[in-house]
């Protein structure tokens, strides 16, 4: 091997490694689309500046401070502030790493700062260029990642919204690269030879181009066929969201959407984005469907029965709130979905009437506000209907009069509490309102307690409360981690300690503005709410106002609207539906969970219905497939034997006979005559013989032994040994 | 053991020379000849009667070479090993009498039952080729080939060889009784002549020269040498085996598997010469522990045990 050879080697292997940076970065592309990475061009840099020292093999003194300085350097211009290297900058720099390093230890993964994800992500790049660098130039086993990236971006261009079209065409091309000169490599490792870059270049290279050529040429211009089956992510989605429904059970995971049964709450739920109705209207509010009044220390329950009423002509008898408050007269049309399954109505804040494109016998039941069709099992036979509503703001000078008194009738429904409710809790209640003066302040400052930063808003992992625990101080003590329903009924277990009546009202939130309607521009808005809205508040009751909503869960906007009479309706101190495009970013952000984007619920709920293949079909499919691959398991050796005998029909060179003895030796393992340890191939083929009466086996081992210790280069009876070969795996098969 | 390679045609006509006085007894006779076409030793132990110096005579006959016998006793001295300078009046002047060493077969009989110091004028002779006679350095002739018997019964009176003084030899054969067929056939083919007397050479030192250059160019692959370098290595590390085998164990070995390929036809060696051999090439190399003997472990179990436990190479390297 001459140093001309050696050098045409490196040139073979900086090819090699090329083709796996291209690869990788086929992976890293995507990220600022399938994920929240900024700024991807450098981390592409980076991962090339440390492919290149690798490549080049510079001393591991030199390389590690070079690609270190590197990740200073980026870490300085994407987030410290201040000269590199200067007091300031190494202040910050140890207070970042101190304090993800506090999280590391407390197991808060997914706080990091952005700093030190984006030092955990140049970490990996470097390893990765450590990897790769083995596994092309070293071990030259390209076959495994190039089959991973083709699997990442499938998959990504499946289920996320990264377009793959032309990933695709480039790492096939690159992966032909790869493959050939990998091939190539270790053919010329085998054969001991070492030829020239010129000469590989013109013998293998040309052609490969031009072979790669035609076929992305053909495959680009070839007319394409649709898919013959529609996208199976709806329906994949859709399954694996019915998988979380089992009913029955308190530990499982529920389903989110709205309910009947609240006896028991707690529990973490999967995130569900069936759209339930869509709402027409110019304002974006909650949506009420009922409340309830007796906390049984696991969860609500009505005290009374329903006692409905029918209304007339489809106005609406229920006044939430008195005649005095200010009002805005609305309409909105709600249409629900196939995917509502429960028979209420759902309705904004001041309903007045309901007109539907039928006559409508609506029962109205007037303590819970609960509104039900008659004579329909769900409201998805519904259809449109049309609400209309003088949606309510509340005067603070109204809200803030304490000269009143409760009506019996309002006390004996809405201060109930359970008597074994822990004192703490009542403790706390009364901590919180220490100084507040009115009611209004107090409800406040109990809404506004949850936003301290000792509570967390997650939907998973939330607690269950078992024995004699209380929910609401299992939430406020233990936990303090949870969603709507513990926040909810926290907030009116505490004002109920604080002799305030207050009630659970349950429903959806406004749910998301579709793309449609605002191409469209129309006055009305169409919001889209799907289970993942739905949603229970508080409401509090003052006797000269009536039931006012409040909204003590974090990161949701969904209290009353509360104006000050001297300053106008202009500086209303709270909304939800003018806050400005930060707060909702900001909301949207935090109800990431719930809601997603509803183009994707679109697509979602459309193709849903054209995927409907029953499961049996599934199974069926499945159990085949499972057969299918136990049988050719079972019986491989009887497939593999054609395939063998159809690749090497004759014995041309000895690696062909080399690999064929070894399947014989593979066969006979598999039939039970197995090599003992330490036994040579000759006492083995010995034995073997013995088992058939023959000599075949010996006589095949003695050429095999002939090129195996001894070197030769051919085989003299090469018919005569192909021959040996079948008739020993006829003889075995 | 294999049937599939016939014996050198030179090697068989020897072979069947010696069958014709000692019936039987093929085993030893050929790892004889593997000791003498690798330049090497053998330590014969067994009884006397057995045939051991039967069988030495019958190989320096065949080969046409010339036989000398030094029987070991315990009043036995250096010089009456290698030769001894004497003052002869006429000439006035010493002599060099050549001793019984300088010969090109040797039987060193009962080798145990004289003094180290004798013992060691002849392990010197075989390892270094030459003796050293009042500061003369006279070099052996080859072919120099010598089987030294040591008889396992007499403990009374012996000086047993020391370990490092064992491995100079490189294999240790027993001979064994023959059969009774074998006895049998043997009482008939003696009854009249001895058939001794009536062999002749069929090759003569020239040729034995020569075959033992060839064998040496027998070919050996890495891998069958990596597997040797495991068997040895595997002896060093047995619990049972205090002091392992040495590299010129391995040495020996190789060159041991070589002519044992040579003899069977073959010009290259196979993992199975080297399984055969073992046990001759290695059995008195090692120092088995107190344990093994305590449990009446032989040397030949343990070795045979190794050769179970060690892989045996079955493809190349780059199809692994």
Not at chain 1, 626 to 652: A, C, K
Not at chain 2, 265 to 289: C, E, F, I, T, W
């Amino acid at each position: 091997m001459t140093s001309l050879h050696q050098k045409d080697t490196k040139v073979f292997h900086a090819l090699l490694y090329l083709g796996g940076f291209l690869l990788f970065m086929e992976w890293l592309r995507p990220l600022a689309i399938i994920s929240d990475t900024g700024n991807v061009e450098i981390f592409i840099l980076f991962a090339g500046f440390c492919f290149l020292l690798s490549l080049i093999r510079l001393t591991r003194w030199i390389a590690i401070p070079l690609k270190f300085a590197a990740v200073l350097i980026i870490l300085d211009g994407l987030f410290l502030q201040g000269r590199i290297g200067s007091q300031g900058w190494l202040h910050s720099f140890s207070t970042q790493l101190d304090y993800n390093l506090g999280l590391i230890q407390n197991q808060v993964w997914t706080d990091f700062t952005p700093f030190f994800r984006t030092l955990l992500f140049l970490i990996i790049l470097w390893l990765m260029s450590f990897l790769l660098h083995y596994w092309f130039v070293v071990a030259r086993r390209v076959f495994l990642f190039v089959l991973f990236t083709f699997i990442y971006i499938t998959v990504l261009d499946t289920f996320t919204t990264y377009q793959a079209d032309s990933a695709i065409i480039r790492t096939v091309i690159i992966s032909l690269f790869v493959f050939a000169i990998a091939s190539f490599l270790n053919q010329m490792d085998r054969e001991r030879l070492r030829p020239a870059f010129g000469k590989w270049f013109a013998s293998s290279l040309i052609p490969i181009v031009i072979l790669s050529s035609i076929f992305i040429a053909v495959g680009f211009t070839a007319p394409k066929f649709n898919p013959i089956w529609p996208d199976p992510v709806p329906y994949l989605t859709s399954t694996a969201e019915n998988a979380g429904m089992i009913e029955g059970s308190d530990k499982t995971v529920q389903k989110v959407g709205y309910g009947i049964d609240d006896s028991k709450l707690g529990g973490s739920f999967i995130q569900d984005d069936t759209p339930v109705f869509m709402a027409e209207s110019e304002r974006r509010h909650y949506y009420r469907i009922e409340s309830k009044n007796q906390y049984t220390g696991k969860g609500w329950e009505r005290s009374t029965n329903l006692e409905f009423e029918e209304q007339s002509n489809g106005s609406i008898d229920l006044d939430l709130f008195s005649s005095e408050v200010k009002t805005e007269r609305l309409e909105a049309s709600i249409t629900f979905t196939e995917q509502a399954n429960f028979n209420k109505l759902v309705y904004p804040y001041g309903l007045d009437a309901i007109t539907g494109q039928e006559q409508l016998e609506l029962l109205l039941e007037k303590e819970t506000g609960t509104i039900e069709i008659e004579g329909k099992q769900t409201a998805s036979l519904l259809g449109e209907y049309q609400v209309a509503y003088r949606y309510p703001s509340f005067s603070l000078e109204q809200l803030s009069q304490d000269n009143f008194i409760d009506p019996m009738d309002i006390k004996a429904q809405y201060l109930q509490l359970p008597a074994n409710l822990p004192d703490r809790v009542v403790a706390l209640a009364e901590e919180i309102t220490k100084d507040a003066t009115n009611r209004y302040d107090r409800s406040k400052a109990i809404e506004d307690y949850f936003d301290n930063g000792n509570y967390t808003y997650q939907t998973t992992d939330v607690a269950i409360p078992e024995g004699d625990e209380d929910y609401v101080d299992q939430f406020l003590f233990d936990t303090q981690v949870g969603y709507c329903d513990n926040f909810s009924t926290s907030m009116v277990v505490m004002l109920r300690a604080l002799d305030i009546p207050a009630r659970w009202a349950k429903g959806f939130t406004g749910g998301q503005l579709t793309d449609q309607s605002q191409a469209f521009e129309k006055e009305k808005n169409t919001y889209e709410i799907t289970n993942g809205n739905a949603h229970s508040w508080v409401e509090v009751y003052f006797p000269t106002v009536g039931w006012v909503p409040f909204e003590p869960t974090i990161g949701f906007t969904g209290g009353a609207d509360v104006y000050q009479e001297n300053e106008g309706e202009a500086s209303e101190t709270e909304t939800d539906e003018e806050v400005d495009e930060e707060e909702q970013q900001q909301e949207n952000q935090q109800q990431q969970e719930e809601e997603q984007e509803d183009t994707n619920a679109d697509v979602g709920a459309n193709n849903n219905s054209n995927f409907n293949v029953p499961w049996y079909v599934w199974l069926i499919i499945v159990s085949i497939i499972v057969v299918l691959g136990v049988m050719l398991y079972v019986y491989r050796y009887r497939w593999l034997n054609r395939l063998m005998l159809y690749r090497y029909p004759t014995f041309d060179n000895v690696q062909a006979f080399e690999r064929a003895y070894h399947y014989l030796l593979r066969v006979l393992h598999h039939q039970g005559i197995k090599q003992h340890s330490g036994e040579t191939l000759r006492e083995y083929a010995v034995r073997v013989d013995q088992q058939f009466n023959l000599n075949k086996m010996s006589e095949l081992t003695a050429m095999y032994e002939k090129i195996l210790y001894r070197n030769e280069l051919s085989l003299d009876q090469d018919k005569y040994a192909h021959q040996l070969w079948k008739d020993m795996l006829t003889l075995l098969l | 053991m294999s049937k599939l390679s016939n014996y050198h045609p030179t090697i068989e006509t020897v072979l069947n020379n010696i069958k014709r006085v000692i019936i039987g007894k093929e085993e030893v006779s050929v790892l004889s000849l593997v000791a003498l076409l690798s330049e090497g030793h053998v330590l014969l132990e067994d009884v006397p009667g057995v045939g051991k110096t039967m069988l030495v005579r019958a190989l320096s006959k065949s080969l046409d070479c010339d036989f000398n016998r030094i029987q070991f006793t315990p009043d036995l001295l250096p010089s009456d090993v290698t030769g001894v300078s004497i003052y002869n009046p006429k000439e006035m002047n010493f002599e060099f009498r050549n001793g019984p060493i300088m010969g090109d077969i040797i039987l060193a009989d009962e080798i145990n039952r004289t003094s180290p110091k004798t013992q060691s004028a002849l392990l010197e002779a075989m390892e270094e080729g030459n003796v050293t006679v009042d500061g003369q350095t006279i070099d052996l002739k080859k072919p120099f080939f010598v089987m030294a018997t040591q008889n396992p019964i007499e403990y009374e009176g012996t000086y047993p060889l020391p370990e490092a003084q064992l491995d100079r030899f490189l294999l240790k054969l027993n001979m064994g009784y023959p059969t009774e067929e074998e006895e049998l056939q043997m009482l008939q083919s003696v009854s009249q002549k001895h058939p001794i007397e009536t062999i002749e050479a069929v090759m003569d030192k020239k040729e034995l020269l020569s075959l033992q250059i060839e064998v040496s160019d027998v070919f050996i692959d890495e891998m069958v040498q990596k597997y040797i370098i495991n068997l040895i290595t595997a002896t060093r590390s047995h619990p049972l085996i205090d002091l392992g085998v040495s590299p010129r164990g391995s040495i020996a070995l190789m060159k041991a598997a070589k002519a044992y390929a040579f003899i069977h036809n073959r010009d290259y060696v196979l993992p199975d010469d080297v399984k055969y051999l073992a046990s001759y090439v290695l059995g008195h190399r090692m120092l088995l522990s107190q344990g093994a003997k305590f449990e009446g472990v032989g040397s030949n179990r343990v070795i045979q045990e190794i050769l179970e436990q060690v892989d045996v190479p079955i493809r190349k390297a780059q199809y692994q």
